[in-house]
């Protein structure tokens, strides 16, 4: 079984910082792509940044110049460095991660962007 734990959301005015944690734990073996995603009220899950096993990166189109994925494979652990933070970027963000011991996602930590 692999568990996921996020950690770094929290409240922060436009145009402030945050910095997402996720470790991966558990039967997890070896881990290949971890990813960001967010889900706003009313909104579907969306693919915010994703990042392989050899550190090659993909982002969302809103994102893009404004958040940074990396990971530390010693630690089984992925960040999202987000900056210049807007009140449209207000989600639950999960993590996600492929790993050998199969599909993991964590229970979300809340984002809010507000003045």
């Known amino acids: 079984q692999v568990q996921l734990v996020e950690s770094g959301g929290g409240l922060v005015q436009p145009g402030g910082s945050l910095r997402l944690s996720c470790e991966a734990s558990?039967?997890?073996?070896?881990?290949?792509?971890m990813g960001w995603y967010r889900q706003a009220p009313g909104k579907e899950r969306e693919l915010v940044a994703h990042?392989?096993?050899?550190?090659?990166?993909g982002y969302a189109d809103s994102v893009k110049g404004r958040f940074t994925i990396s990971r530390d494979n010693a630690k089984n652990t992925v960040y999202l460095q987000m900056n210049s933070l807007q009140p449209e970027d207000t989600a639950v963000y999960y993590c996600n991660a492929a790993t050998a011991g199969g599909l993991g996602w964590g229970q979300g930590t809340q984002v809010t962007v507000s003045s």
């Open positions: 558990g039967s997890i073996y070896r881990v290949f792509a």
């Open positions: 990042i392989s096993s050899g550190g090659s990166t």
